[in-house]
Each structure stands twice: as structure tokens, then as C-alpha cells.
């Protein structure tokens, strides 16, 4: 029994020495198959490992400012509530894609006439362009090709500041509808836009169309009260925020600006004879007497009792005295309701480059109240402009 023992004592240790002989081996081989790969893997494994790790999260940073910058004119987009001001942001905003050259926005009006906003192309350029009404059929967006002939360029090869392309895609708003077109050109040989361009320009319309209508809303909502209850042209609030605007618009561009102060002659004496609401028609007959006579550029307000302004961007003294002119042969040509004939006494003067709207309305209003002896129209301004100042502008 003893003997039988010992033996199977002999074979179990035999058996876990020969596992445990099994098992040095397996690790052994496991270690030489080991250190043969990595001798045998390239000397830059290791850095195109970190490489890769690496790569992700800096192609992300690459593209993060692009995002942001895209981000911040979008917003920048609806924190204005000037139309103006909306339209500039929006064209930028249009025009900093790789490739674009110029945009445009052709907005409805309230009363359906459309208004047009460009960016980075001339006049004539933005008239012959198709995009006056937006893309039909429920249309995402159009593309405009464009190939010139008989003009001295190549049609396949049109030259660089020719317009070759554009892109346009409706201003469409969820609860506002389609409220116009926004389109953007790029000159030289024409392109075909991708997908991810046309998804921004897409995006960027949908931010726009609500902004652009919470201003046209304001802007509607601000004529009602910038606009004369009696004669129905503009009032002295507006005046004097359109003078101020475009004094500050004739010093940036050097540009001229006259401004014409008229009042209506024995008004008061009119008024107490004939009765306030005689003297009222008398206002609205002088109110129409302008407003068939001025410029469209030009700007005609009644800025208090029977004294009314015309502001004339781009013009000098003698554009407002030829204007007066017309006025006063309007305006005096007949009977004005229960007034038999009006005569208007006036003041003129020029921008000069040190004046703000203050002291060139001071001006006029001065040469009309202290009219010359000699029955001429009181005329502040000088004719001709003295040397080195741009047409328009007097000494």
C-alpha cells in the first residue's frame, strides 16, 4: 500500500513539474514573437500613432474660428434694427465665402415695389442682373452662368473683372414667407458651387429674411411719425436726423450738400384773417408745391409754423437757387385755397468742411431772416467753390 502511494505522490509531482515546464516555454514564445514585431514595425510607429491622436482634435480647432466668425455675423445679423445697417451685414456676411466676389438683395417692399442692396459690383452691373424677383416653382436656389459675346472677351476665358457666375436663393422665412432674393457672383471663369456652400448661403437667408422684416416693420412704423399731420411731408424730427446723416455722409465722400430754408410770407397775418383751418390749406398748398417740384433725392420737411427745409444731397447754392425758383413759380403760379396768391421769403446755404448740421441750418436761417436790400433771394453760400475743395462746397 505504501509503495502505491509513493507512486501516484511521484506521478502528480511529475505532472505539475511538466504544466509548469509548458508554461515557461509559452511565455517564452510569446516574448520572442514579441520583440520580433517591433523589431520588424517601422522606426515611426510610435509617431503615427501620436500623429493620428493628435490630428483630430487640431483639424477640429483648424475649422473652429471659420465657425465662429460665421457664428458672430449671423448673430450680428438680428441685433440691428436698422434696414440699412441689416442689408450692410448681411452682404458681408454673403461676401466672406472663398470665391464670392460680390452679393446682392432685392427686397419686396411694403408696397410690393422692390428695393435692391449690393455689394462689390456697380450700378450698371446690379441692373443686369436676373435675380428682380425670386427663384420659382419652389425652387431651392439657381444657379446663373453667364458667356459673353461681341463684347471683346473670350467666351470660354471672360476676363477677371467680368462676372462669370452667381448663385441665388430665396429670403424665405417660416412665418413671413418669401420676402425677396438673395444672390452672391463671382467674376472670371464661372464655377459650379457645392453643396456645403449652397446649405450656408441657405442658412444665411433664413437668419436674414426675419430680420429684414422686423426692419421694414420699424421702419413703416417710424415714417407714420416722422410725417407732418397737416401737410404730410416729413417733420422737424426727421429733418434734423436726415440733415445730420447726410452732413456726415458729404464729409466722408467729399461730396456737396445745399440745404433751403423757406418761409411763407405774412403767415401770421394770413392765418388771424382767414381762420386756423385756411391757414392750414395754405401749408398743404406749399407742401405740394415742393413735393412736385424737388429732386428724388432730394428731402422736403416742415420744421415748424409756416417754415419748411429742403435738404439737396449732392448739390451746391446754385442747384438750390434754381430749385427755389421752381418752387416759387409753383407755389406762387395761383391761387392756394382761400388764399389768393403765396410768397415765400428763403435762405440758402452750402456744407462747408468744418460744419455739422447745426451750424449749416444756423446759416440759412440766418440769410432768411436778414434778406438783402436789394429784393434778390437771400443767397449765403458763394457760387464758385475756392481751390482745393471739391464743386459744391464754398469757402
Not at 471659420?66 to 448673430?75: G, N, P, S
Not at 422692390?114 to 441692373?127: D, I, K, N, Q
Amino acid at each position: 500500500m505504501h509503495l502505491l502511494a509513493d507512486t501516484a505522490t511521484w506521478i502528480a509531482l511529475g505532472v505539475a513539474l511538466g504544466a509548469a515546464v509548458l508554461a515557461v516555454a509559452a511565455c517564452l514564445v510569446l516574448l520572442v514573437l514579441a520583440f520580433r514585431r517591433r523589431a520588424t514595425a517601422p522606426a515611426d510607429a510610435p509617431a503615427q500613432a501620436d500623429a493620428q491622436r493628435v490630428a483630430e482634435p487640431e483639424a477640429a480647432r483648424a475649422g473652429a474660428p471659420a465657425e465662429t466668425a460665421r457664428a458672430k455675423r449671423l448673430a450680428a445679423i438680428g441685433s440691428s434694427v436698422d434696414l440699412d445697417v441689416v442689408l450692410e451685414r448681411i452682404l458681408a456676411a454673403a461676401t466672406a465665402t472663398d470665391g464670392v466676389d460680390a452679393a446682392m438683395a432685392v427686397v419686396r417692399d411694403s408696397d410690393d415695389s422692390p428695393f435692391v442692396a449690393t455689394l462689390g459690383m456697380s450700378a450698371e452691373e446690379a441692373a443686369r442682373q436676373p435675380v428682380s424677383s425670386s427663384p420659382s416653382g419652389g425652387a431651392r436656389s439657381v444657379r446663373i452662368s453667364y458667356r459673353y459675346d461681341g463684347t471683346g472677351v473670350l467666351e470660354d476665358e471672360p476676363d477677371s473683372s467680368f462676372i462669370g457666375g452667381g448663385l441665388a436663393v430665396p429670403l424665405r422665412g417660416e412665418r413671413i414667407g418669401t420676402i425677396g432674393t438673395l444672390a452672391v457672383f463671382w467674376r472670371g471663369q464661372d464655377r459650379v458651387p457645392d453643396d456645403d456652400e449652397i446649405t450656408e448661403l441657405e442658412a444665411l437667408a433664413r437668419t436674414s429674411a426675419p430680420a429684414i422684416r422686423n426692419a421694414q416693420e420699424l421702419r413703416e412704423a417710424r415714417l407714420l411719425t416722422d410725417i407732418d399731420a397737416v401737410t404730410g411731408i416729413h417733420n422737424r424730427r426727421y429733418f434734423s436726423e436726415t440733415l445730420a446723416r447726410e452732413c456726415a455722409r458729404a464729409r466722408r465722400y467729399e461730396r456737396g450738400l445745399a440745404l433751403l430754408v423757406l418761409d411763407i410770407d405774412d403767415f401770421e397775418e394770413m392765418n388771424e384773417r382767414l381762420g386756423r383751418p385756411a391757414g392750414d390749406d395754405v401749408l398743404a398748398a406749399v407742401a405740394r408745391g415742393l413735393l412736385g417740384t424737388v429732386r428724388e433725392s432730394d428731402v422736403a420737411c416742415r420744421i415748424g409754423g409756416d417754415e419748411f427745409a429742403v435738404i439737396l444731397p449732392e448739390a451746391g447754392a446754385q442747384d438750390a437757387e434754381r430749385l427755389l425758383g421752381r418752387i416759387q413759380s409753383t407755389v406762387g403760379s395761383g391761387p392756394a385755397g382761400p388764399a389768393e396768391r403765396i410768397s415765400l421769403s428763403a435762405g440758402i446755404a452750402e456744407l462747408r468742411p468744418e460744419d455739422d448740421s447745426i451750424a449749416l441750418f444756423q446759416r440759412a436761417d440766418d440769410a432768411l431772416d436778414d434778406p438783402p436790400n436789394d429784393g434778390e433771394d437771400p443767397v449765403e453760400a458763394t457760387h464758385e467753390p475756392p481751390h482745393g475743395l471739391p464743386s459744391g462746397w464754398a469757402d
